[in-house]
């Protein structure tokens, strides 16, 4: 009987996800797109929760659905303007042909691969949890990500942070350096600045404890990350302060932290354990949690000021 | 005790459920913004309620029934902040319907 209905909200679930993200491809309307593509993420959230993969249900519903989501829609904001006009035109009959056979070919080529996956998938489970003793965290995915495959987390941080500067640099040349995104303001009394009074001491809390309890449960730095990152923009929204100019030395610095020390860490495992980003026998708990502990406020910074967005305005000196 | 319990979590679920799928049906017939978001609010606040109340009869600990509490009143909180500002926007007429 549950194996039943189990099976029936698996089903609902995938056709949720499909009729979303066609409603997403197909929407003529970027913000019904947009709408159609968080809604996708969350749907995605629930369909790893139902494969018992936490970790990655914590990171869809937080970068997926909200922070992905967020920006998308701010993206779309600023199109708004165009989006008559660019929905207007009528692409050429060969263009279209084009995108046909190279949509075509991009959906038949993963079909392929999809179908040539071996079965059952091959797996380094074991392998991950017989050496999990070594690196002194009980959370594998957490074991993974900070010592197994150190590497990719590394360049995931650093991509963040060129990320930010590709955004910093699009800014006109006479805001250099000024504040990003507009200057909110909402009644100081209203609804959004009371919100933007309570939540951020829960949030904070609970971002942090995320944080915390990923060496030994599902969550982890950029969960976490996501949280704090959010209430920050929340009180951003609310007028309560302002974005800091991106000229401002401590941004600077937070930005680049987090990458720096795991660089340093990395480097200094050469000489002590032999490799890059290997750790010395015995000292593995104690770096990963520093490499997190430094890449902590590097993410929530970067985050939040990727959704802020462009600097706009000359900061006042 | 535990035939109360059962019980208390078949008829909160169920009431919960049946404002949800009221909200919908608001949602989807409704006419304006304004009554939509009076027809979503309700499946958030009264539906989401009764459901984390139906859970919370079957919970193990005191924790998760906190944490459900818990999870209701941020619902609460989100769920209010986002429909005053949809009605606002709404009003200013600076959004379609």
């Known amino acids: 009987m549950t194996d039943a209905l189990n099976e029936v909200l698996n089903l609902g679930i995938a056709v949720l996800i499909l009729v979303l993200g ?14 159609g593509f968080i809604a996708f993420g969350l749907s995605l959230t629930l369909a790893w929760l139902q494969l018992r993969g936490i970790d990655v249900a914590l ?64 797996s380094l489970a074991s392998a991950v949890m017989a050496h999990i003793e070594s690196t002194g965290v009980g959370n594998p995915i957490t074991a993974v990500l900070l010592a197994y495959r150190a590497m990719d987390t590394l360049l995931e941080a650093t991509v963040l942070v060129f ?12 805001v250099w350096g000024g504040h990003p995104g507009i200057r909110q303001h909402a009644d100081p009394n209203g609804i959004l600045a009371y919100a933007a009074r309570i939540l951020p001491p829960i949030g904070i809390v609970v971002g942090t404890y995320v944080f915390w309890v990923g060496a030994d449960h599902p969550g982890g730095k950029f969960q976490g990350a996501t ?66 502990l430094a890449l902590m406020p590097t993410l929530a910074l970067v985050l939040a000021l990727l959704v802020a967005g462009a600097p706009t305005r000359i900061a006042k000196r | 005790m535990n035939d109360i319990l059962a019980w208390t979590s078949i008829v909160a679920v169920t009431a919960g459920v049946f404002f949800f799928v009221a909200g919908t049906v608001g949602l989807l017939r409704f ?32 924790t998760v029934m906190l944490e459900l509490l818990v999870v ?11 429909a005053q500002l949809i009605a606002r926007g709404q009003r200013r007429g600076d959004t379609q319907p």
Request: glycine share 8%; aromatic share 6%.
């Open chain 1, 22 to 35: 066609v409603w997403a491809v197909v929407a003529r309307d970027a913000f019904a797109a947009a709408v």
């Open chain 1, 59 to 122: 990171t869809e519903a937080a970068i997926g659905g909200g922070l992905t989501g967020a920006l998308t829609i701010f993206a779309v904001a600023r199109l708004r303007a165009t989006e008559a006009a660019a929905s207007a035109e009528r692409p050429s009959v060969p263009t279209r042909i084009i995108a046909v056979l190279v949509a075509g070919a991009v959906t038949f080529t993963l079909i392929l691969c999809v179908l040539a996956l071996p079965n059952p998938a091959p």
């Open chain 1, 163 to 174: 990320a930010l500067i590709g955004v910093w640099s699009l800014a006109p040349d006479d």
């Open chain 1, 227 to 292: 949280i704090i990152a959010a209430m920050w923009l929340l009180v951003v929204m609310a007028g309560l302060v302002d974005t800091p100019p991106v000229s401002r030395r401590w941004v600077r610095i937070v930005a680049a932290a987090g990458p720096l020390v795991f660089i340093a860490i990395g480097l200094a495992g050469v000489p002590t354990a032999g490799a890059f980003l290997a750790y010395p026998h015995g000292y593995a708990k104690p770096l990963i949690v520093i490499i997190e």
């Open chain 2, 31 to 62: 006419p304006d913004a304004v009554t939509r978001l009076h027809a979503l609010t309700k499946a958030d606040n009264l539906g989401l309620g009764l459901v984390a109340l139906g859970l919370m009869a079957q919970a193990r600990s005191a």
């Open chain 2, 72 to 82: 209701w009143g941020l619902v609460l909180v989100s769920g209010a902040t986002a």
